[in-house]
T-cell receptor, first 108, second 115 residues
Framework: RKEVEQDPGPFNVPEGATVAFNCTYS??????FFWYRQDCRKEPKLLMS???SGNEDGRFTAQLNRASQYISLLIRDSKLSDSATYLC?????????FGKGTRLHILP | DTAVSQTPKYLVTQMGNDKSIKCEQN?????MYWYKQDSKKFLKIMFS???????INETVPNRFSPKSPDKAHLNLHINSLELGDSAVYFC??????????????FGSGTQLSVL
């Protein structure tokens, strides 16, 4: 099992719809989890941290399931500007590991 | 003000040349990193420095040598460039010295093309 795995997509979603994707991780001792967003030809930027209790930031909700070892990102009322690649990041044993990203295309 | 800045943005060079990429952060962070993102978009850590001290050195050819003159700068020098070195190189910084709960701030990337 890879350390961090994501469905590469692309997810093609109509504007206004809700979309969710997951990221699985193999190290059960992982401590911290994040979602980053990367636009084409740009640098990754932190979107949100992921907490055990789940957290919400506007239209974005992130959740952590330690028992099944995955994190999720839910985007409600999707906008054209949400089109990007979403990278999950898992930190454990002093290692920062990026997933390969999930590409999201919001269709007008 | 750009928080993490790296230069140049584009670098086109011939095989066998030696080149450097510079990175500076004005966030007051203790830790800086170099990441490589290849054509498959996989972002992989290369090096990490904390207060000018090397703390992570992944399996990277020794043609790559990072240099940190102070904690605000981490430069990457590459000797004898090869075709496979073509990629986007990102510099990043974070507040804390150890990885737990690190939030990374990235530079805008250097697109290296080796011909």
């Amino acid at each position: 099992r890879k350390e961090v795995e994501q469905d590469p997509g692309p997810f093609n979603v109509p504007e206004g719809a809700t979309v969710a994707f997951n990221c699985t991780y193999s190290n059960s001792a992982s401590q911290s989890f994040f979602w980053y967003r990367q636009d084409c030809r740009k640098e990754p930027k932190l979107l949100m941290s992921v907490y055990s209790s789940g957290n919400e930031d506007g239209r974005f909700t992130a959740q952590l399931n330690r028992a099944s070892q995955y994190i999720s990102l839910l985007i409600r009322d999707s906008k054209l500007s949400d089109s990007a690649t979403y990278l999950c990041v898992v930190i454990g044993d002093d290692k920062i590991i990026f997933g390969k990203g999930t590409r999201l295309h919001i269709l007008p | 003000d750009t928080a993490v800045s790296q230069t140049p943005k584009y670098l086109v060079t011939q095989m066998g040349n030696d080149k450097s990429i510079k990175c500076e952060q004005n966030l007051g962070h203790d830790t800086m990193y170099w990441y490589k993102q290849d054509s498959k978009k996989f972002l992989k850590i290369m090096f990490s420095y904390n207060n000018k001290e090397l703390i992570i050195n992944e399996t990277v050819p020794n043609r790559f040598s990072p240099k940190s003159p102070d904690k605000a700068h981490l430069n990457l020098h590459i000797n004898s460039l090869e075709l496979g070195d073509s990629a986007v190189y990102f510099c990043a910084s974070s507040q804390v010295g150890r990885a737990a709960n690190e939030k990374l701030f990235f530079g805008s990337g250097t697109q290296l093309s080796v011909l």
